[in-house]
């Protein structure tokens, strides 16, 4: 079979994703990839969700951050943006999903917006509202043990 030529070959636009959630939770690619295709499918219907496309081509995620880039098709870009605002849990863990930028290229996109390695997480006693509490910390982002819940905040809160 003979490929197409460049002028009908489909024109792709790549978005940088990052991910935030609990320094405890694990994600895949494939179960954020599901849960894009179930949002991009709800909000978009059959037909909007194929011609955004939105097919996670790479994945990385370690301690409770990480970042994607989600394939689209050229001028639908803004509605892959919208499905990915639709995201709120992957799988049981409450994810922060935030489009980091745009390229035409994968090598660009990773370049220019993919975070740098993140630290590990550091467990630690804290002082918060008013107690000293055990508290997973993360560069400058907190998440802290508190009675049946885990409260977030900044090291700059706790001071």
């Known amino acids: 079979m003979k490929h197409l030529p460049k ?11 990052g991910l935030e959630t609990d320094p405890d939770a694990s994600l895949s690619r494939g179960t954020f990839q599901r849960e894009l295709w179930y949002a991009a499918q709800n909000l978009l219907g059959d037909a909007g969700s194929a011609d955004a496309d939105g097919t996670v081509v790479r994945f990385s995620f370690r301690h409770g951050d990480g970042a994607a880039v989600v394939r ?20 049981d863990d409450a994810v922060a999903v935030s489009v980091l930028g745009v390229s035409g290229t994968i090598r660009a996109c990773e370049e220019k917006f993919m975070p740098a390695a993140t630290e590990r997480p550091v467990r630690r006693d804290v002082a918060f509202d008013g107690q000293g509490r055990s508290a997973v910390v993360r560069g400058n982002r907190v998440a802290v043990d508190v009675p049946g819940d885990r409260a977030y905040a900044m090291t700059r809160d706790l001071e």
């Not at 024109?11 to 994703?17: D, E, F, L």
């Not at 689209?72 to 799988?91: M, N």
Request: with cysteine.
């Open 72 to 91: 689209a098709r050229r001028g639908h870009v803004e509605p892959l943006r919208a499905a990915l605002a639709c995201i709120d849990s992957v799988g």
């Open 7 to 17: 002028h009908l070959r489909p024109k792709w636009r790549y978005v940088a994703v």
